[in-house]
């Protein structure tokens, strides 16, 4: 009878022990999760990073990173560049200290610092680009967008010829 006590309570602990695994596993190794999938999740919209996502981790005190073949080029309202490594702490709702990421305004290559939707029923997101904070419609990003890879001198020689800014190195 003793031994039949501590099998039932051995097979108990067993499958709580694998629930509390599986709760605390980090989004990188959920195979049936992207990175779309997880910014949905966290109340922030899908197209915030381009369908080129390679692969992301995101550890257990939130630093997500995120990975793509190369820089690469996509526009919303204007232009924005992607590193080859875009990092962020994610929370509900917002990235904060996001590294990888620059948006042109005007002339100048400004990189987003933080990008947050405080109230999704407002139909905005809040990008902080250090000088400014801007605000965009959410709609401008509800599908992830394709991202052409482009290095980054190739970028600048670009903006140069446009803009007849030689200055910018």
């Avoid at 419609?137 to 992830?144: I, M, R, T, Y």
Wanted: aromatic fraction near 10%.
């Amino acid at each position: 009878m003793a031994s039949a006590f501590f099998f039932h309570n051995f097979t108990l602990f067993f499958y709580i022990s694998l629930l509390f695994l599986s709760l605390r596993l980090p989004h990188s190794l959920s195979l049936s999760s992207t990175i779309h999938d997880l910014l949905r999740s966290q109340g922030l919209p899908a197209g915030l990073l381009p369908k080129e996502v390679k692969s992301y981790t995101l550890s257990q005190n939130g630093l997500l990173e995120v990975f793509l073949d190369g820089p690469c080029l996509t526009k919303y309202e204007n232009r924005v560049l992607f590193e080859s490594v875009v990092r962020a702490n994610l929370s509900y709702g917002s990235l904060i200290g996001v590294q990888g990421l620059t948006q042109e305004e005007l002339f100048l290559w400004l990189p987003v610092k933080d990008i947050i939707v405080d109230d999704p029923k407002s139909g905005l997101i809040l990008f902080d680009i250090g000088v400014a904070h801007k605000q965009l419609a959410l709609s401008l990003f509800e599908d992830p967008p394709s991202c052409k890879a482009q290095p980054k001198e190739a970028l600048r020689n670009q903006v140069r010829k446009e803009k007849g800014f030689e200055a910018l190195r």
